[in-house]
């Protein structure tokens, strides 16, 4: 990305600080019709790929030159067509209607200028693939069995892709434009209000000094940031430098310690309450509430962190490895003092959970975070201050008390007049907030806003795809062929849809690597007899493990650079670590329980078998339980833990004695 000075930054900053206005005021006042919606903001958001985002690495990073000036203005032409001719737009026959010569032009302009900037931002390998089936609608029909495709020409490609909200402006770009780039703001604001700081001063005071206290320390502080974050890579970078130093002074080896920072970031993406793009994605996929999804992955991602916590316990207590000194960790109770900072997350999960949509759960969530930061006093604030902030905070709890008692309050006012309104006294009451000022404000609106782009242009691509997909029936076709090479064996078409979607995921972000993987996988599953909940979730995980599974293996290789280990071996100790994360989505798909769904006695077992196979796993890859192990009991402690996973109950039950034997033979043998 440009490191931009001068009067460009200034104007990107504005320029991107009121597309986060906008899509704060849409998520307030209520969004506009879907296309055009996902019209004003691609066209709000593509130009920035040309204007922060050079074309080459040679091209000047502290300047835009005058063609990305040039690209960024044709990108804004398409949207901002779009948005003006709205209504004929929607008012015309697909198919039936010609395309005018301005819309062919401008429909060809947007493919070609939106694989342009996907090359920039994303990559080059989500570009190739969008680019390879714009190409076979047009050409697909010339190829050989079962590749072939119907013949189309050059406008209803267009058309198809420009026109409709079944292309580039599908429903992927809607979530970008709706739920994503409104919780990014979110993160943004929780981060500003001291969250951050204080969930990694949590993660040090209650588990630093334990044995291995900074691996434990990496574990939970990037569970909770890494919901927040939703990035691996971010993640990585955000709480890595911090907590892979300390593993390594107290004696892990670079590698091992990099591992555990990767696989623990990575997690931050399966963990609810806030999953990234992916997880408002699967949810609009599914057409269900965003709830039914968090409930759903909360215990997978527990399993996936519950193992990485357990191995790296072990290996504490197999190498002999301590904690970090009391004196050189926060007071739990200076911690407890501040438990408020967690109130943006409550409150964000009990709306969701009571039926609120995301996008207004979020905003509640913005809220609170702006609020709690009240209470954030400087060591040197003086009484005044306080008891000015303490006057804002209790002005502000009264009103919103108000709007939320009394809603129809606000049916009297226009809904415009009545957002200004709350922005200007948001402004006002933050001159006397002293963890969020109004300076903090305009910056968590402008930094959530500034990571839209990828997510952005990641689902306008990956429409493209949906598009062809649609449009030429090769998804049917895909499916058809898997069920009928997997035959009567669901597993084998497991294994290959988990193929397709780690390596869907090694070139791309999760955002793209879901979507494709969603619409060219998800169906198989399903029409093998699979839960739609389980099937998606099923390729949202190994879309997003592809971060620890080398040879593309990004947030194990981001870690490797900062512990100065090799990114390879770094790269297969994270397999080791979030062996879990490639096992349990099997597991879910034939239990559904682990997924809780069914009644209470199919989740109870689901959970029971779920916390087994992480002691079985974890005891058998450390090679540790109650003491080391021989190469015979970790075969032993394997078996044990592929057995609870079964589906059927007797077998569980037989991989439950099993794991209690070799827990009592270890107890005694090394007593």
Request: glycine fraction near 10%.
């Amino acid at each position: 990305m440009r490191k931009l000075s001068g009067r460009t930054r200034t104007f990107v900053y504005l320029y991107v600080l009121l597309m986060g206005l906008f899509h704060l005021y849409t998520a307030a006042a209520g969004n506009f019709e879907a296309y055009l919606q996902r019209s004003i903001h691609l066209a709000w958001v593509l130009p920035l790929a040309f204007v922060l985002y050079p074309m080459t690495k040679r091209s000047p990073m502290d300047r835009v030159p005058l063609w990305d000036w040039a690209l960024a203005a044709l990108a804004a032409a398409p949207g901002l067509y779009s948005t003006i001719n709205y209504t004929a737009i929607t008012e015309r026959i697909q198919q039936i209607d010609p395309l005018t010569t301005t819309q062919l032009v401008l429909g060809a302009l947007l493919v070609v200028l939106l694989l342009e900037g996907t090359r920039r931002i994303v990559g080059l390998p989500l570009a190739l693939i969008a680019g390879l089936f714009a190409v076979y609608m047009l050409y697909g029909y010339k190829l050989p069995g079962l590749m072939r495709g119907f013949q189309f020409s050059c406008s209803e490609v267009v058309e198809g892709l420009f026109l409709t909200d079944e292309g580039i402006f599908s429903m992927p770009l809607g979530v970008s434009a709706t739920f994503v780039m409104i919780f990014l703001i979110f993160g943004a604001f929780l981060e500003k209000s001291g969250a951050g700081d204080w969930f990694m001063s949590v993660a040090q005071a209650f588990t630093g000094a334990t044995p291995g206290g900074p691996a434990q320390i990496a574990v939970v502080s990037s569970c909770l940031f890494g919901s927040i974050s939703g990035s691996a890579v971010a993640n990585v970078y955000g709480t890595g430098t911090f907590t892979i130093p300390l593993m390594k002074k107290i004696g892990y080896a670079p590698d091992f310690a990099g591992a555990v920072e990767a696989v623990a970031s990575s997690g931050g993406q399966i963990m609810p309450p806030i999953m990234g793009a992916g997880a408002f994605l699967m949810a609009s996929f599914l057409g269900v509430p965003y709830r039914d999804v968090m409930i759903a992955a909360l215990f997978p991602a527990l399993l996936y962190y519950g193992a990485l916590f357990v191995m790296v316990r072990l290996r504490a207590l197999k190498k002999g490895l301590k904690g970090l000194p009391p004196d050189e960790l926060p007071s739990k109770i200076e911690v407890l003092k501040r438990f408020y900072m967690i109130a943006p997350l409550v409150g964000l999960v009990a709306f969701l959970l009571a039926g609120y949509t995301p996008m207004r759960a979020a905003l509640i969530g913005i809220g609170l975070a702006w609020f709690v930061a009240f209470f954030n006093f400087r060591p040197d604030s003086s009484p005044s201050e306080k008891h000015s902030a303490c006057v804002a905070a209790a002005i502000s709890a009264a009103l919103a008390a108000l709007l939320a008692l009394r809603p129809e309050l606000t049916e009297r006012v226009n809904a415009n007049l009545l957002f200004v309104l709350i922005c200007a006294f948001l402004l006002v009451a933050s001159r006397f907030n002293p963890g969020m000022n109004v300076r903090d404000v305009i910056d968590a609106v402008e930094r959530g806003a500034r990571g839209i782009p990828l997510v952005c242009v990641a689902c306008a691509s990956a429409g493209i795809v949906l598009g062809a997909v649609s449009l030429t029936g090769i998804g049917g076709k895909l499916v058809g062929f898997i069920i009928s090479l997997a035959g009567d064996a669901p597993f084998l078409a497991l294994v290959l849809v988990m193929l397709i979607a780690t390596f869907l995921g090694m070139g791309l972000p999760t955002t793209g690597a879901y979507i494709l993987a969603a619409a060219l996988g998800a169906p198989i599953l399903v029409k093998l007899g699979f839960l739609p909940i389980a099937a998606h979730m099923f390729v949202f995980y190994y879309a997003i493990i592809s971060n620890i599974t080398p040879p593309v293996a990004l947030a194990a290789y981001a870690a490797s650079s900062i512990a100065g280990a090799d990114p390879n071996r770094t790269g297969f100790h994270a397999m080791q670590l979030g062996f879990m994360a490639y096992v349990v989505p099997f597991a879910f798909c034939y239990d559904p329980g682990l997924l809780m769904q069914g009644g209470p006695a199919a989740v109870g077992w689901g959970l029971l078998s779920g916390v087994s196979a992480v002691v079985a796993f974890a005891s058998m890859w450390m090679g540790y339980m109650n003491g080391p192990l021989n190469l015979l009991t970790r075969l032993v402690l394997c078996v044990a833990g592929v057995l609870v996973l079964s589906v059927w109950p007797a077998v569980t039950a037989v991989g439950l004695a099993l794991l209690a034997a070799v827990w009592l033979f270890t107890r005694r043998a090394h007593r």
